[in-house]
Every structure is written in C-alpha cells, then in structure tokens.
C-alpha cells in the first residue's frame, strides 16, 4: 500500500508564508494527479490545489488563487504548496492526496476535485495563521 507523508505545516502570523512537502513511498501507477485538500474544525475537506503527474496543469480553489502554488517532482513521487500572504481563514488541517488510478485530469477536475477521485491519503499536518 501508499504511505503518504506530509511535512512542513506549523504556525505563522498573518502575511507569511509556509512550505508543505509529501512524499509518496512508491510510484503511484496509473495516477494521473495530485494535491492537496484542507479541513478546518468544524467544516467539510476542502479541495485546494492539485497538479497532473507530468506538470503541465494545476487547478487551485478560488480562495488560494494568486497566494498558493503547488508544484510536483514525479520522478521523486512528491508534491509541494508554497503558500503566501496567509490568512486567519486559512487555518486547518492541510492532507495530500494521490488520484485515483485511471481517472484522467479532466474528469477530476470538472467534478472539481471530489474525494471520491483519490485514492491515498497522507495523515495531514497542521496549519495555523494568526
């Protein structure tokens, strides 16, 4: 089985800014994406940012356009957000995620990025902005 294992998450004020890694422990076969979703106390997982396996695309949630840029090393089966003039709203539980195998990009991305599309999971790492 894929074990995913995300690092990077902590506390930080207003404005500034985090890096989130994940490591997938082996090649995720027939995946066509990646990415990451967030669930605050309280609120449904949220869909965030993703990428196709080759980085040709990504797909961000509105709320994240233009602060979070997520990017992949396919070849060290990982997937990264660099995320920037965070808020207080941004602020839960950040979980990566590997696509479901034989699910193309657009597809997944038209249901825009349902959890029923992926089929790993990584425990999550915490996310703070005050």
């Known amino acids: 089985d894929v074990q995913l294992v995300e690092s990077g998450g902590g506390s930080v004020q207003a404005g500034g800014s985090l890096r989130l890694s994940c490591v997938a422990s082996?090649?995720?076969?027939?995946?066509?994406?990646m990415g990451w979703f967030r669930q605050a106390p309280g609120k449904e997982r949220e869909a965030v940012a993703f990428?196709?396996?080759?980085?040709?695309?990504?797909g961000y949630v509105d709320s994240v356009k233009g602060r979070f840029t997520v990017s992949g090393d396919n070849l060290k089966n990982s997937v990264f957000l660099q995320m920037n003039s965070l808020k207080p709203e941004d602020t839960a539980k950040y979980y990566c995620?590997?696509?479901?195998?034989?699910?193309?990009?657009?597809?997944?991305?038209?249901?825009?990025?349902?959890?029923?599309?992926?089929?790993?999971w990584g425990q999550g790492t915490q996310v703070t902005v005050s």
């Open positions: 990428i196709h396996s080759d980085g040709s695309r990504t």
């Open positions: 082996a090649y995720t076969h027939g995946s066509n994406y």
């Open positions: 995620a590997v696509g479901k195998a034989g699910v193309p990009w657009n597809a997944a991305q038209a249901r825009a990025f349902m959890n029923r599309d992926f089929e790993y």
